[in-house]
């Protein structure tokens, strides 16, 4: 099946420090979703991201499906943005699962 | 719009119990898809139900079966409860089986 790869595994920046989250992918994807899973487990939506780029506030996204990596940007990081990160995929052929990453673990200090 | 709803919240069980979890679905979606999240890990799918048939199953045994009722809400039964079941368990629903998925806030099962 395929195998979705997320680094770093950890991140630690002070507040007002920009990072960038990396998702590898190791075949065609119809879609693509990054997740914020808050200290209580809950997983937020940030994006749905096949392809292409988005933005919502400090955060953006791009996704290059034909290379097959997408990354999060989260600029001028603030304490509430630490948690983990999920990037999900689907592969485009047949009933696909969506399969996520292991992850990489923000914390932003004050 | 109401979002994706799970209960109960926490659950804990003993070793061979069974246990039945909930999911209500949002407003305007036809499809769940029940994850389990191991403490460090990300989620796994477990399965996937479509107007009421499942149409999709990860790698997990017999033992977990589901159910999904007209109105789109599901749930999730788990019999002879093991040690290492201990874990958040994730609903998602989606438009279809190909859309975007929201998540519920989980159940979170601990087995004794």
């Known amino acids: 099946g395929i195998q979705v790869e997320q680094s770093p595994p950890d991140l630690i920046l002070q507040e007002g420090a920009n990072s960038t989250l990396r998702c590898n992918f190791s075949?065609?994807?119809?879609?693509l979703q990054w997740f914020h899973q808050n200290p209580w487990g809950q997983l937020i939506n940030l994006f749905y991201?096949?392809?292409g780029t988005k933005q919502n506030g400090r955060l953006s996204a791009t996704t290059v499906a034909t290379e097959r990596y997408s990354l999060l940007y989260i600029s001028s990081s603030q304490t509430t943005d630490s948690g983990v990160y999920f990037c999900a995929v689907r592969g485009d052929t047949g009933f696909q699962k969506l399969v996520f990453g292991t992850g990489t673990r923000l914390l932003v200090s004050p | 719009e109401t979002g994706v709803t799970q209960s109960p919240t926490h659950l804990i069980k003993t070793r061979g119990q069974q246990v039945t979890l909930r999911c209500s679905s949002q407003s305007g979606h036809n499809t769940v898809s029940w994850y389990q999240q191991a403490l460090g890990q990300g989620p796994q799918f477990i399965f996937q139900y479509y107007r009421e048939e499942e149409n999709g199953r990860g790698n997990f045994p017999p033992r977990f079966s589901g159910l999904q009722f007209p109105n789109y809400s599901s749930e999730l039964n788990v019999n002879a409860l093991e040690l290492d079941d201990s874990a958040l368990y994730l609903c998602?629903?989606?438009?279809?089986?190909?859309?975007?998925?929201?998540f519920g806030p989980g159940t979170r099962l601990t087995v004794l």
């Open positions: 991201i096949p392809s």
């Open positions: 075949d065609s994807v119809n879609n």
């Open positions: 998602a629903s989606s438009f279809s089986s190909h859309n975007e998925q929201f």
